[in-house]
């Protein structure tokens, strides 16, 4: 048996041979297009599930697909997340609830303790040596209640609890306000104050929480009061530098101790640190306003605090 083909006909297979190749590629690269599209939408939308979980957001992606295993990974790494992130909430809020009780409960009887003192220091019956304990127990007490206080505003402030009751408000009035009502304390009696304004500084607009900034100056000067042995110059000093405020209290007292300005300069507290509560209330108002606080020693001798706020003149 024998296969005879005619030349022409081997002829036009000859011809039909490219184009049939030439078919075959145009075909596997729509399948290609079609794949790497299919593909790239799938990237996607992992991408979009990785910046909403960066966010904190419920991350729920389709896991059909040949992503479908990074997905379902995201998925579950997203119910994790916001399982613990629920946890650590109802934790804060707790832990706000319960400081905040525990002051509450505190102060009641800590002003009976106050008020008694108070009484027995002013007793002219009782000797001398008895009316000076009577002092000592009401200095601990008003440390006491400033700790307390102090306790309950940086807890409220780190866990977003503490509104800001913002007021456009003059540098110049405020800060002679404030630091006129520092000189009504007892504390006053044993420091000398000098208030600085300079001129653009005197008529800069603050949008401040007045109580909270009242709350940072009082901690500053209370700082410079109790940790010198003797009686200290205080001096509150204010400028504006740009767009920004600059608030700086310094003393010619013994200056802050090395462990004081490692611990307020560290990123992370230390085991050993010292309790410096109200220098953290400071540095937590003060970025509250979107402002820093600048802890450092004065020249020749003091300590030095510098907070910048923003402010327009």
Known sequence: ???????????????????????????????CFLLSWQGAKR??????????????QPVQLPTDGFAGEVAEKLNQTSAHLQKQGEMLARRDTARTQWIAGVSHDVRTPLALILGWAEQLEQ??????????????????????????????LTSKLEYGAQPLRRKNLRAGPLFRQLVAQFCESP???????????????????????????????????NNSVRHN?????????????????????????????????????????AENAPHILGLYVVQQIAAAHGGTAVFGQNTPCGAKTTVWLPGRA
Do not use: W
Not at 206 to 218: I, M, Q
Not at 243 to 257: H, K, M, N, Q, S
């Open 123 to 152: 007793d002219a019956l009782l000797p001398d040596s008895s009316r000076q304990k009577a002092t000592g127990i009401r200095t601990q007490c008003e440390k006491l209640r400033t700790l307390i206080d102090d306790l309950n």
């Open 229 to 269: 042995p003797k009686p200290v110059n205080i001096t509150v000093h204010t400028r504006q530098v740009g767009e920004r405020f600059c608030l700086t209290v310094a003393d010619d007292g013994i200056g802050y101790p090395a462990a004081v300005l490692a611990a307020l300069n560290a990123a992370e507290p």
């Open 187 to 221: 504390l006053a009696e044993r420091c000398e104050i000098t208030l600085e304004q300079e001129e653009p500084a005197e008529q800069t607009v603050l949008s401040v929480d007045e109580a909270l900034l009242a709350r940072l100056l009082e901690n500053l000067m």
């Open 43 to 56: 990237l996607e939308t992992v991408a979009s599930g990785l910046d909403a979980l960066a966010e904190g």
């Open 1 to 31: 048996c024998s296969i005879y083909t005619s030349p022409e006909y081997i002829l036009n297979l000859a011809k039909t041979i490219p184009l049939g190749f030439g078919l075959l590629l145009l075909l596997a690269a729509i399948c």
